[in-house]
C-alpha cells in the first residue's frame, strides 16, 4: 500500500520562498508519476504541478508557471514542490499524490488523500 508524506509548509510572507517535500512508500517512484495539489478554503482541489515517471514531463496549472517548479529524487522517493516569489492566493493545503498514469495525475482523480501540508502566505 502506497503512503505518502507531506511536509515544508510553513506561514510565510509574500514574496517569500517554501519549498514542499512529498516522501512515498511503498512503491518504486521511478515507475509512477506523481503531483501537487492544493486546496484554499471554499475551494475545489485542484492540480498544482505534475511530473511523469521519468521526471521528463512536467505540468503547472497557470496560476504558479513560472513562480514554482516540481522535481524529483527517485533514489529517495521524494517529489518536491520549490515554490518562489508567493502570494497571498497561494494560502492553501497542499497535497501529493502518485499514480502509474500520468494522465491520472493531472485530472486527479484519486479516491484517498493524505494529511496534505499548510501554506500561509501572509504578512
Known amino acids: 500500500q502506497v503512503q505518502l508524506v507531506e511536509s515544508g509548509g510553513a506561514l510565510v510572507q509574500p514574496g517569500g520562498s517554501l519549498r514542499l517535500s512529498c516522501t512515498a512508500s511503498g512503491l518504486i517512484s521511478g515507475v509512477f508519476a506523481m503531483g501537487w495539489y492544493r486546496q484554499a478554503p471554499g475551494k475545489q482541489r485542484e492540480l498544482v504541478a505534475a511530473?511523469?515517471?521519468?521526471?521528463?514531463?512536467?505540468r503547472y496549472a497557470d496560476s504558479v508557471a513560472g513562480r514554482f517548479t516540481i522535481s524529483r529524487d527517485i533514489g529517495k522517493n521524494t517529489v518536491y514542490l520549490q515554490m518562489d516569489s508567493l502570494k497571498v492566493e497561494d494560502t492553501a493545503v497542499y497535497y501529493c499524490?502518485?499514480?502509474?498514469?500520468?494522465?491520472?495525475?493531472?485530472?486527479?482523480?484519486?479516491?484517498?488523500w493524505g494529511q496534505g501540508t499548510q501554506v500561509t502566505v501572509s504578512s
Open positions: 511530473i511523469s515517471t521519468g521526471g521528463v514531463t512536467t
Open positions: 499524490n502518485t499514480s502509474p498514469y500520468y494522465s491520472t495525475v493531472v485530472t486527479g482523480a484519486f479516491d484517498s
